[in-house]
T-cell receptor, first 114, second 117 residues
Framework: AQTVTQSQPEMSVQEAETVTLSCTYD???????LFWYKQPPSRQMILVIR??????QNATENRFSVNFQKAAKSFSLKISDSQLGDAAMYFC???????????FGAGTRLTVKP | GAVVSQHPSRVICKSGTSVKIECRSL??????MFWYRQFPKQSLMLMAT?????????EQGVEKDKFLINHASLTLSTLTVTSAHPEDSSFYIC?????????????FGQGTRLTVV
């Protein structure tokens, strides 16, 4: 079974600074999808960024980028120029290419200090 | 973008009663919907996968007779918590995948906070 591990329960960053959230996963599949979701206090899950495993190029969405290391099964999220609105729970998630369900990590609570 | 609407957002019910939660895909056809449960300060735990026109697939440890799932159309799935107990109090979230990009993208509902008293 696939597992997703987020080893940082909490992280803190100064406004305008950069922070990296870690995620590792375990799978025997060769093709899959990885996601980072943001969950603010409203509890609405918001997709931040998505990476397809067969693509070597790291995904980027404005201030958000990932460092995808397939051999190491690592998928970290970098947030640049952190903003107060970035404060939330961040979940790393895995979905196999032939599976429909998504597996989530335990989450990292990000605090942004003004 | 695709929208998934979940209703109600909050519900309080008495022990022993049943509660129905609806999950609708508003602008796309969802062949598959997923139901998650999230305890405070914890991650989302998949409860079951709902496929349109067929029986739901439940994760290990989830009581299918207690958590009834119906996916009668391509835009609606319902989760019914039967004979609710206080330990069923939790945050329930649905997500849906569309036919076109079913494995690349999942859209989440707003969630339902269930409190059983």
């Amino acid at each position: 079974a696939q597992t997703v591990t987020q080893s940082q329960p909490e992280m803190s960053v100064q406004e305008a600074e950069t922070v990296t959230l870690s995620c590792t996963y375990d799978t025997s599949e060769s093709d899959y999808y990885l996601f980072w979701y943001k969950q603010p206090p409203s509890r609405q899950m918001i997709l931040v960024i998505r990476q397809e495993a067969y693509k070597q190029q790291n995904a980027t969405e404005n201030r958000f980028s990932v460092n995808f290391q397939k051999a190491a099964k690592s998928f970290s999220l970098k947030i640049s120029d952190s903003q107060l609105g970035d404060a939330a729970m961040y979940f790393c998630a895995y979905r196999g290419r032939n599976n429909n369900d998504m597996r989530f990590g335990a989450g990292t609570r990000l605090t942004v200090k003004p | 973008g695709a929208v998934v609407s979940q209703h109600p957002s909050r519900v309080i019910c008495k022990s022993g009663t049943s509660v129905k939660i609806e999950c609708r895909s508003l602008d796309f056809q969802a062949t598959t919907m997923f139901w998650y449960r999230q305890f405070p300060k914890q991650s989302l735990m998949l409860m079951a996968t709902s496929n349109e026109g067929s029986k739901a697939t439940y994760e290990q440890g989830v009581e299918k007779d207690k958590f009834l799932i119906n996916h009668a159309s391509l835009t609606l799935s319902t989760l019914t918590v039967t004979s609710a107990h206080p330990e069923d109090s939790s945050f329930y979230i649905c997500s849906a995948s569309d036919r076109g990009t079913s494995l690349k993208r999942a859209f989440f509902g707003q969630g339902t906070r269930l409190t059983v008293v």
